[in-house]
């Protein structure tokens, strides 16, 4: 079993409000990931990560931001968040290499009323 | 055109059935492909990879890919209503990052 941790599950909070979603993992991985799903969508990627320090914007566009001070840690923030933030937000990460499993966290709903 | 396409679904099949779930991808040197099981409210998990032409079997799962036909399968074989999911398929980026490129999924429903 993957261990990958994301704090809170579920939040809901009101626009203007600034939120931080937490991501660990203790398996030490390198690469680390933040997707955002709607529905019945497709995984979107928002954010990655190659290592410390190392941080890139994904294929999607998303006022978040991330930072990596430590390996095991890649938090999200949204400094403002409104409606349209409303989303699941999955992180993972990954050892690299050829494998190419992504190993998940339980996700953290966001509702932004 | 979407780097990865799935049909969306869902793909009703009887239990004891042979399920068949189909993705196509756009870049023509693609060279890894994934499969992705996503249940209802839950996170993805990895079943199965592959990397060469041909067929790759994991009990019940069989991967198929055609890289000619750019195209990747996946067959289950004795559908059980536990594998009623959204099924990702993902194929890895050649170059840079080499993050994974996800399709839309496809949903199986797997009737008792």
């Known amino acids: 079993e993957a261990d990958i941790y994301q704090t809170p599950r579920y939040l809901v909070i009101g626009t203007g409000k600034k939120i931080t979603l937490e991501c660990s993992q203790t398996m030490g991985h390198d690469k680390m990931y933040w997707y955002q799903q709607d529905p019945g969508m497709e995984l979107h990627l928002i954010h990655y990560?190659?290592?410390?320090?190392?941080?890139e914007k994904g294929d999607l566009s998303s006022e978040s931001t991330v930072s990596r001070i430590r390996t095991e840690h890649f938090p999200l923030t949204l400094e403002s968040a409104r409606p349209s933030h409303t989303s699941q937000y999955l992180c993972?990460?990954?050892?690299?290499?050829?494998?190419?499993?992504?190993?998940f966290g339980e996700g953290s709903r966001l509702t932004v009323l | 055109q979407k780097e990865v396409e799935q049909n969306s679904g869902p793909l009703s099949v009887p239990e004891g059935a042979i399920a068949s779930l189909n993705c196509t991808y756009s870049?023509?040197?693609?060279?890894?492909f994934f499969w992705y099981r996503q249940y209802s409210g839950k996170s993805p998990e990895l079943i199965m990879f592959i990397y060469s032409n041909g067929d790759k079997e994991d009990g019940r799962f069989t991967a198929q890919l055609n890289k000619a036909s750019q195209y990747v399968s996946l067959l289950i074989r004795d559908s059980q209503p536990s594998d009623s999911a959204t099924y990702l398929c993902?194929?890895?980026?050649?170059?840079?990052?080499?993050?994974?490129?996800f399709g839309t999924g496809t949903r199986l429903l797997v009737s008792p």
């Open positions: 990560s190659y290592g410390v320090n190392s941080t």
């Open positions: 870049d023509r040197g693609s060279q890894s």
């Open positions: 993902a194929v890895k980026e050649r170059a840079g990052f080499q993050k994974l490129v």
């Open positions: 993972a990460s990954s050892v690299g290499g050829d494998t190419g499993e992504l190993f």
